[in-house]
């Protein structure tokens, strides 16, 4: 009886049957400069760190440096005054990955015939991303506005990847916004997968508080196909936009659901346009909960990398993210460069895709 005990257990529980990763500590100096690029070293890479004074435009300055003992470990040499800030950030992370992944966040735009025609989908747009995504190559890809058209023709292009998406509207039949999740076939299977939205009606289409329109998260357990004995999470999501109470809301929702869902000790990754800049001080309980890949990988671009530009050189922000849990990060990078892709394409989106390099 015990034994049939234990196999109805792990049939209705199967995270029972998985191994759980055995953790360690991982510390972290990052060093963001005012270009928003970011260099990062482990702290046992670091042999010395000093300053000398320098000559910078007829005035007196200082330069820092950091000298490193590993060979691959990057030193750094930079003025003083070029550095915004140095973070030490001290992480749980895996002691043993088995598994390396390339995870992507992408608000593709939904496809407005009214917009002039560089900045349609069908008109330039298309193509560019495709190519884009060839280019790259990521493994997951959380999508944000991406119409049920869109979504057709990427799954007939992108044939290597299996494509989870909802409609922020909740009817599957009409053509509106989806949240979508892209995963590449051969790396991972699809396990379960559930929603909700940002309101005091969860299970259903809607918006509450102070923001005017639905936004969806969707979420998915997957088990990797390379080592079946571990199972991960990525979480797709898009905040309302204006809308601060609502961002709130948001935030503790995310929370509480990865820790329900997740049991707090499985990998998960969470990707999405959250409308915020890494300052503001609505995501510093994600913050605490999660790190930011931008602010924790060796090789960064930067928590102010430019995601945002409005199909404008004159309106760029920082909106989207990626954090993560009990996982390694170790870069962090935004394809922001203009006329890319494509032919004549100088924006693939009004959001640029960003993506990072995960072990677990």
Not at 340 to 359: A, E, F, R
Request: contains cysteine; charged residues 20%.
């Amino acid at each position: 009886m015990k034994a049939i005990h234990l196999i109805t257990a792990l049939l209705l529980c199967p995270t029972l049957a998985l191994a759980q990763a055995t953790m360690t500590e991982r510390s972290i100096m990052n060093i963001d400069l005012c270009d928003t690029t970011s260099q990062g070293f482990l702290l046992p890479d670091i042999n010395q760190m000093w300053t000398t004074p320098i000559q910078q435009g007829g005035r007196n300055g200082w330069q820092f440096h950091v000298d490193t003992k590993s060979a691959q470990a990057t030193a750094k040499s930079v003025p003083t005054d070029s550095i915004r800030q140095i973070r030490i950030t001290k992480l749980q992370v895996p002691a043993e990955p088995t598994i390396s992944m390339r995870i992507m966040q992408f608000n593709i735009r939904e496809d407005k015939q009214e917009e002039p025609d560089y900045n349609t989908f069908t008109g330039v747009r298309a193509t560019a991303i495709v190519e884009m995504v060839n280019d790259v190559q990521p493994d997951i890809i959380c999508l944000q506005e991406c119409r049920k058209t869109q979504a057709e023709y990427l799954a007939t292009k992108l044939t290597d990847y299996t494509q989870l998406l909802f409609p922020k509207d909740g009817n599957e039949k009409n053509g509106g916004q989806r949240d979508v999740i892209l995963y590449r076939k051969t790396k991972a299977r699809l396990l379960s997968w559930n929603k909700f939205w940002f309101s005091e009606t969860p299970t259903m289409s809607s918006y509450s508080w102070d923001a005017s329109t639905p936004k969806l998260t969707m979420y998915a357990r997957f088990r990797s196909k390379e080592d079946t004995t571990k199972d991960f999470y990525v979480y797709c999501t898009h905040f309302p936009p204006s809308a601060p109470e609502a961002m709130g809301h948001a935030v503790t929702m995310i929370e509480e659901s990865i820790e329900k869902v997740t049991g707090g000790t499985q990998p998960v990754f969470l990707c999405g346009d959250l409308n915020l800049g890494y300052d503001n001080a609505i995501l510093d309980p994600l913050k605490e909960y999660m790190y930011h890949a931008a602010a924790t990988a060796l090789e960064s671009d930067g928590v102010y990398a430019i995601t945002y530009n409005g199909y404008r050189d004159t309106n760029q922000k920082t909106l989207d993210h990626i954090f993560y849990r009990n996982a390694i990060v170790d870069t962090y990078h935004v394809k922001n460069r203009h006329y890319q892709y494509g032919t004549n394409c100088k924006w693939i989106s009004d959001h640029y895709p960003l993506y990072s390099d995960v072990m677990f």
